[in-house]
């Protein structure tokens, strides 16, 4: 599997930005794909998950202001992130879920997009 991610940037609070990410060798369109993030100092977390039949489901603090999407024709997935706060700073990578969801695992891991919300 290869997974290339992008899009992480320095943002003012209240900025938008936008992360994407390409799987390759991977059954992409027939797997829920995720986003999630390691703040400094914190344990990784899900930001966000979109399955296969394009339902979404987002975690508390992205709710409203993130949007997760996908392009299975393209094998990318999508993170659009309005209204940045400071506490956005994280290391974002994009996931796809292995077991449950009560559980931050993936099928594979990036190297990850650096976020950093600061004026």
């Known amino acids: 599997v290869q997974v290339v991610e992008s899009g992480g940037a320095l943002v003012q609070p209240g900025g938008s930005l936008r992360l994407s990410c390409v799987v390759s060798?991977?059954?992409?369109?027939?797997?829920?794909m995720s986003w999630a993030r390691r703040a400094p100092g914190k344990r990784l977390e899900w930001v966000a998950h979109?399955?296969?039949?394009?339902?979404?489901s987002y975690s508390e603090f992205a709710q409203g202001r993130f949007n997760i999407d996908r392009d299975d024709a393209e094998n990318t997935v999508y993170l659009e992130m309005h209204d940045l706060k400071p506490e956005d700073t994280a290391v974002y990578y994009c996931?796809?879920?292995?077991?449950?969801?009560?559980?931050?695992?993936?099928?594979?891991w990036g190297q990850g997009t650096q976020v950093t919300v600061s004026s």
């Open positions: 979109i399955f296969t039949n394009g339902r979404t």
């Open positions: 060798d991977f059954s992409f369109g027939s797997s829920t």
């Open positions: 996931a796809s879920p292995q077991g449950t969801l009560r559980v931050v695992s993936s099928k594979f």
